[in-house]
């Protein structure tokens, strides 16, 4: 019964900033991944940032690195995403994802092996 809860999401202008949380319950594990994924109308999901809870070590993709940045709190099974200088083409649906038992994998371009997802938040960006 894992469950994932993000919140945060909310219209800004450009270059303006939002922070998202995503609460995680129903697991114990010391070990886990907890990744951001966005989603856009019309196209493919793409991962976004992702924190190993066993060294607190991130990742991000090319189109956030610099201005967004990903944290955890171990203690409440919560990560988060500060998202900085926001742009039009960061306006999706934001979900956060949680691989148990592992760390980050990045391959082909994405995060895999998530075994459980949120239903997501809505950030739009526009003037």
């Known amino acids: 019964q894992v469950q994932l809860v993000e919140s945060g999401g909310s219209s800004v202008q450009p270059g303006g ?8 319950s129903g697991f114990t594990l010391d070990v886990y ?3 951001w994924f ?3 109308p019309g196209k493919e999901r793409e991962g976004v940032s992702c924190i190993s809870s066993s060294d607190g ?11 967004f940045t990903i944290s955890g709190d171990n203690a409440k099974n919560t990560a988060y995403l500060q ?4 742009k ?3 306006t999706a649906v934001y979900y956060c994802a949680v691989a148990l038992g592992v760390r980050c994998s990045w391959r082909g371009g994405d995060y895999y ?13 526009s003037s």
């Open 33 to 35: 991944a907890i990744a």
């Open 38 to 40: 966005r989603q856009a």
């Open 17 to 24: 900033s939002l922070r998202l949380s995503c609460a995680a």
């Open 113 to 125: 092996g998530m075994d459980y997802w949120g239903k997501g938040t809505l950030v739009t960006v």
């Open 88 to 90: 039009p083409e960061d």
């Open 83 to 86: 998202m900085n200088s926001l």
């Open 57 to 67: 070590s991130t990742h991000y993709a090319d189109s956030v690195k610099g201005r």
